[in-house]
């Protein structure tokens, strides 16, 4: 082949591709915008039962269905009442009300030998897989508290199987020291990283802490939020929103490092008269005119 064969053919490939390369060029932003954007993330809210405790033990359906009503996405659990031994009928109520069961507070025992297996097939049905310690004295003691998060350590493993996980929820003792750091501290190394935080902001400002640290120390391990103003008999105010505490730098911190799943209202003051369920809804609309203001986190 002569080099003029060569080089007409080359001229005519190169000007081949290069009018290809303009017509792929030309549809790239239209195949772009045909892409379908991630959706937005939105942590939902949910309300930790404790709040309405008298009212559960009275009517738990009818106040399941006023917590539905005010808007709340889930609940919480601090037992099951009626449905004790009637997982699959919790289930269907909660189905007919669109609440989910963002987590539950139990027992340690809950994750011990034959109980485990009663644990699982209890949560699963009721489509709760956020299985929490509300606390154990074993946590601030200098012995016991390796034996929990071992304890700890064993559960989540059998529960990451199932598509659960195990965690623990806060208090102020847990910020006592040992060893030059904090029980909370000494936990988190001891445990996996799928072993998480419950974190309680209310008894966190009781301890003096700060909640937005601790967010971004322990990235990804803050599944759940307790939102509370106030714990105990503290006395202020008593409602999220109507405080001076900086909850948008909490927000963020939980959207953008906490792996955070769930903000819940725990509400344990009912000033001026005001029934829980009505205090309940006050928080609630706190923390949606606050989330509302932060266009990032919608």
């Known amino acids: 082949m002569s080099n003029d064969l060569i080089r007409r053919d080359f001229l005519k490939w190169t000007t081949a591709a290069a009018a290809a390369g303009v017509a792929t060029n030309a549809l790239r932003p239209v195949a772009e915008a045909a892409k379908p954007k991630p959706e937005k993330k939105i942590i939902p809210i949910g309300v930790q039962l404790w709040s309405v405790r008298e009212e559960c033990k009275k009517d738990f359906d009818g106040t399941l269905a006023k917590i539905a009503e005010m808007g709340f996405q889930g609940v919480e659990f601090a037992g099951y009442h009626q ?4 997982a699959a ?3 269907k109520q909660l189905d007919s009300l669109g609440l989910k069961a963002a987590g539950t507070h139990i027992g340690g025992k809950s994750f011990l030998g034959d109980e485990m297996k009663k644990t699982i097939e209890f949560h699963k049905t ?3 897989s956020l299985l929490i310690i509300p606390g154990d004295s074993r ?3 200098p012995e016991k508290s390796k034996v929990y998060a071992e304890e700890m350590n064993k ?15 806060n208090h102020t003792h847990e910020f006592d020291k040992a060893e030059g750091k904090t029980y909370w501290d000494l936990f988190g190394e001891r445990t996996n990283k799928d072993v998480f ?4 902001i209310g008894w966190v400002r009781e301890a003096g802490l700060d909640a937005i640290e601790l967010i971004k120390r322990n990235p990804g391990r803050i599944r759940t939020t307790h939102i509370k103003a106030k714990p105990g008999k503290s006395k202020g105010k008593y409602f999220v929103g109507q405080d001076k505490y900086d909850w948008k730098s909490v927000f963020k911190a939980a959207y953008d490092v906490g792996g955070t799943e769930w903000f819940l209202i725990e509400q344990e003051d009912y000033p001026d008269g005001k029934t829980p369920l009505e205090c309940v809804k006050i928080s609630l609309d706190g923390i949606k005119k606050i989330l509302k203001g932060m266009k990032k986190l919608g």
Request: aromatic share 10%.
């Open 83 to 86: 449905y004790v031994n009637d």
């Open 89 to 91: 009928g919790l289930r």
């Open 126 to 128: 009721i489509g709760c």
């Open 139 to 141: 946590f601030t003691d």
């Open 155 to 169: 559960a989540s493993e059998l529960l990451k199987a199932e598509g659960m996980a195990c965690g623990h929820h």
């Open 197 to 200: 935080y419950e974190l309680d």
